[in-house]
């Protein structure tokens, strides 16, 4: 991440648990990402990358069909993944330019993606993931909106995920969550996402602002640097209105032509 941490990620990162249901939407979506797997891939997939695992929460519903290792820049946000997670391996490095020793059969990269704010970035993602995926892998790029897609000022409010709550994870806290997205220059590649977090402690409010920079592109960049970095690309609509999520697969017979 560029500039400033994002709070989410560091300081106010015991916030996570209360930050959507990973029973809920989490394990729907990652139910659709077994399906784009299975569908794509050339050979028999049994482990998988989550780049940019955030606090796990896709580990959590992938862990049931694969070996999962999931990669995050955040020391915090690994430490929710572990605890979620304990049977899973969680390292931590940027997305973009990392090294590990072994390959695996697929990669995930879905909301964590947001965070590339060039198409200079989204090169080095993606020639990573090349670099990591055994010959007939699958990567699965997910982003969150395009150029095309993008509404100036959109705001959305929810509240603390009911189940964590209910769990008492973390204890006696209520939290709102307040996001609206702004482009102060639609002409670059970049737009900034503010979060407003009401929280309550043992009932007492404070207010908290979360500044997050990130990356907004044209429909069009997503396919084609996949293409650069090596892949045959295929597209796919998820539910109706949804942004396309992109399924890379390396040819299995491929040479480095990503790198
Ligand atoms: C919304 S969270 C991901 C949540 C995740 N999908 C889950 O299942 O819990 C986004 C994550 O992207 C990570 N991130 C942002 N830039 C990164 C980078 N360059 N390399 C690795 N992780 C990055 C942040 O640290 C954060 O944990």
């Given at each position: ?17 209360l ?14 990402v ?39 820049l ?92 209910a ?21 670059d ?70 790198g």
């Amino acid at each position: 991440m560029d500039e400033r941490t994002p709070r989410l990620y560091s300081d106010l990162a015991w916030l996570w648990p209360l930050w959507g249901d990973p029973d809920g939407e989490y394990a729907e979506w990652c139910a659709h990402v077994v399906a784009m797997i299975e569908e794509r891939a050339k050979r028999p997939v049994k482990t998988l990358l989550n780049l940019g695992c955030g606090g796990g929460k896709n580990a959590h519903n992938l862990k049931r069909h694969y070996a999962v290792t999931g990669l995050d820049l955040s020391s915090e946000m690994l430490a929710n993944a572990r605890k979620l997670n304990p049977e899973c391996r969680f390292i931590q490095g940027d997305m973009r330019d990392f090294a590990l020793p072994e390959r695996f059969d697929a990669i995930l990269i879905d909301d964590a993606v947001a965070y590339m704010t060039s198409q200079e970035d989204l090169s080095r993602l993606f020639r990573a993931a090349h670099r990591h995926l055994e010959p007939g892998g699958v990567v699965i790029v997910s982003p969150d909106g395009t150029k095309e897609t993008f509404e100036q000022n959109e705001t959305h409010v929810s509240r603390g995920n009911a189940a964590a709550e209910a769990e008492g994870e973390p204890k006696n806290v209520d939290v709102v969550f307040i996001e609206n997205n702004y482009d102060p220059d639609p002409t670059d590649d970049t737009y900034d996402g503010l979060i407003l977090y009401l929280i309550r402690e043992d009932g007492k409010l404070r207010v908290e602002v979360d500044h997050h920079t990130l990356g907004i592109f044209a429909a069009d960049v997503w396919p084609t640097l996949l293409r650069e970095a090596g892949f045959a690309v295929f597209d796919d609509d998820w539910r109706p209105g949804s942004v396309k999520s992109y399924i890379g697969v390396k040819p299995p017979a491929a040479c480095a032509t990503g790198g």
